[in-house]
């Protein structure tokens, strides 16, 4: 008798139908898993012996074959269990089949018969919808990740006993209290507030430039001046994720098993060592496997101690950074992964760290210069802000707190509002984003403003690419004063924040 059952194989991103078809017929005891099945799956024959016959079932003595179809699609991992045994069951005419034509299987199962959660259950759900199948039976552990598809029933079966009265037309196990969404995000650390620096407003002035339009910053300084302190406290200005960013990140962090299941409540923050290789930071060191960028996508991604990273995994960044995306090749396939992240670096302006404090550096011309080429001009090119930290200021217990994070945000969502409202509906959300026929009409700028622009470019201060990210921090800087037009001040603002002016000069940075 044969059986059919529809489930989803996981690979990089990206979903995969895989119909589990079971033969179940006179011969030798056997069972045999063909169609390009990887370890996982065809140690599952023994997972799924044991289920069935510790869940009361028979498993019938007969020669048993399970295809995998399509068979030219990788299958990988343990999430194929219950449909296999559910496809077993029926082909040994123990269940009905009707309902296996309309309903998806996706967990693991232990011996005993229970279900296990499985990673990229909330693209599961998506795929299930997409394929025109009514039903996704799962562990409840992760129910609340396929709730969030509208327009699919989630049936949680706890063990296979449940899944096997599902299909008989039963009701599942009772659901985890679903998340009520909320509007609004907690900051990332609520511990960690903008108030708790001291001085450094010039600092703090480019990090809610950089949160408000969504651009890259670079934090320079000597050790010991608060760079990192105030890098920590970047989560707590960032504007909420929406209900479609939301998606995106807990789609992307359920597949690689960080999810902490639910709708994702706060922009991903992702700070690697140093130390970490090219496929680490962009991924594919194994088949389907994503780096930080892809971790990243629609947060940050922190890099502190910019300068000790490889230079072959910094140059990696150069592309995700320009197109947003992450497009990895190898031998034998490829694929595309999101990267539309913030980029937000710390590095100290020397390999001792104080160049530009007094007669501290020791640093030699051979020294810089070697500092100096551990950061690419193209990469550099690539950020739009240079926030430099005041060695003095650093120490100075008296100096004014900065303003505190419930201020900054507040500036932040307001920008981000004005935003929203003049670029909706044209491919673009934050002024990071704007292309040159954007800026043409969103960023026009008067006399003044286009001779400052002339003057820098003339200086070699600002390449092509650096025209336009001037003028798309100019525009932010409006926004966050509620200037309908920038002017040369905005233009003159940006121009000084540019990273160009810093890391490229000689001792002084």
Sequence with gaps: MLARAHTFTIDGLQTRQVSVEVDVRR??????????????????????????????YEFPARRITANLAPGDVPKAGAALDLALACAVLAASGQIATERLASHALFGELALDGRVRPCRGTLAVAQATRKAGLSTLLLAGERAPEAQLVEGLDVAVTECLRSAVRVLGGGTGDAAPARERPSRHVTPSAAALDLSDV????????????????????????APGTGKTMLAQRFGSILPPLNRAEAIEVTRIHSIAGTSAGGLARQRPLRAPHHTITVAG??????????????LAHNGVLFLDELSEFSRTALEALRQPLEDERVAIVRAHRSAIYPARFMLLAATNPCPCGYAGVGDLCRCGEADLARHRRRLSGPLLDRIDLLARFEHLAAHDPDAPATASSREARARVLLARERQTARLGGRGACVNARLDARMLRVHARLDARGEALLHRAHERGLLSARGL???????????????????????VAEAIALRGETGLRGTRVA
Excluded at 44 to 52: F, G, H
Excluded at 199 to 221: D, F, P, T
């Design 27 to 56: 011969g030798l005891p056997a069972f045999t898993i063909v169609g390009l099945a990887d370890a996982a799956v065809r140690e599952a024959r023994e997972r799924v012996r044991a289920a069935i016959l510790n869940s009361g």
């Design 198 to 221: 001291r001085g450094q407003h010039h600092a703090v002035r480019a990090l809610v430039i950089a949160a408000a339009g969504g651009h890259n910053c670079l934090l320079s300084g």
């Design 281 to 294: 930071m962009i991924g594919g060191a194994a088949r389907g496997s994503v780096g930080e960028v892809v």
């Design 468 to 490: 336009h990210r001037v003028l798309r921090v100019a525009r932010t800087i409006a926004d966050l004063d509620d200037r309908p037009r920038v002017r040369s001040g905005d």
